[in-house]
């Protein structure tokens, strides 16, 4: 199938839409399809549509649909799209109603949407391959924080919560992200000038996070709205257990019953759980079985099946194209 990948950030935003892009449009070349990657659509023939963000690429979603009204149009739902955007932004919602699939990307997602569109719903974990571990630094209880500087990140909770940690406690955070704004960026300096144990690596190259990651003891996600962080896949991938904030996003990745959550927006709940999964080996062994069975659900092999089978569902019998060597 001919299949128009819509995503609203280019290849030089490197966040979390664009890889998602990038890695579906490689496991759906890989099955034989023939896939363009494109910020908005360019109006040229294609049989099937797959959309990132019901909002921000409502424009191409609109115009595929009014143009080929019968042809599958599939909308994968952000974080922005589930818990803001499709509760207040009528473009959105009118993306909803177009799509004849929505994916979520964690089981908590489809909570969110109408009764009526729970049939045209499907879950695709996201994913990412094993990762090696590093050898640790020694004598530091190195913590990592895994984003872009943006409200919806809650991106300065972690160094909040290094103030409330014990004075002899070995834990310090790194937080690896660009600033999105000039605000962000002097706050991350004030930041770093008044609380040591926080330091803000700023935009580094996607090989070095994972660098630094597989070397990590932990990793903190302090975010108030989520639609599936690959990030979480990331560290779960390197064996790195997570410190997430209590939302749905989160929950729908790591599980109801997984230990390592804090109220959002709570610094001295996150300072405590740093504290216990430095100091207290039960409580960290606890974090690394939880995470390795929520790993099981994030393996690349299994995200491109059920993207596959997403696609498959409107596949005509037709050739199919070899994959590319």
Not at 74 to 103: F, K, M, P
Not at 159 to 178: D, K, N
Not at 297 to 310: W, Y
């Amino acid at each position: 199938m001919r299949i128009a990948l819509i995503t609203p950030y280019g290849r030089e935003h490197r966040n979390g839409n664009w890889h998602t892009a990038a890695r579906w449009a490689r496991f759906l070349r890989e099955a034989g399809h023939e896939v363009r990657v494109q910020v908005a659509w360019d109006g040229r023939p294609a049989d099937l549509m797959l959309a990132l963000h019901a909002r921000r690429s409502f424009d191409s979603i609109r115009a595929f649909a009014d143009r080929f009204p019968s042809r599958p149009l599939l909308v994968a739902l952000t974080g922005t799209d589930l818990y803001r955007d499709i509760h207040e932004d009528a473009n959105a919602q009118q993306s909803l109603e177009l799509a004849h699939r929505l994916i979520v990307l964690q089981e908590r997602g489809a909570d969110e949407l109408p009764p009526h569109l729970t049939a045209r719903t499907r879950v695709i974990y996201q994913s990412a391959p094993d990762i090696s571990r590093r050898r640790a630094t020694r004598d530091v209880f190195d913590v990592v924080v895994i984003g872009h500087l943006r409200a919806e990140k809650d991106p300065f909770r972690a160094a909040l919560a290094t103030a409330y940690l014990p004075e002899h406690s070995q834990a310090r955070v790194t937080h690896l992200g660009s600033a999105l704004g000039e605000e962000m960026a002097a706050t991350a300096e004030m930041a770093q000038y008044k609380l040591p144990r926080w330091t803000w690596r700023g935009e580094v190259p996607h090989r070095s996070v994972l660098e630094h990651l597989a070397r990590a003891h932990l990793m903190v996600i302090s975010s108030v709205m989520e639609g599936g962080a690959n990030v979480i896949c990331e560290a779960l991938a390197a064996d790195v257990p997570v410190l997430a904030s209590y939302m749905p996003g989160n929950i729908g990745m790591l599980g109801e019953d997984y230990p390592g959550y804090f109220p959002v927006g709570d610094e001295r709940e996150l300072a405590k759980l740093l504290s216990k999964a430095e100091n207290d080996p039960d409580f960290y062994s606890a974090l690394v079985e939880h995470a390795r069975r929520r790993r099981s659900l994030m393996r690349p092999e299994h995200e491109a099946s059920r993207l596959r089978q997403v696609v498959a569902e409107f596949e005509q019998r037709q050739p199919r194209r070899r994959p590319r060597p």
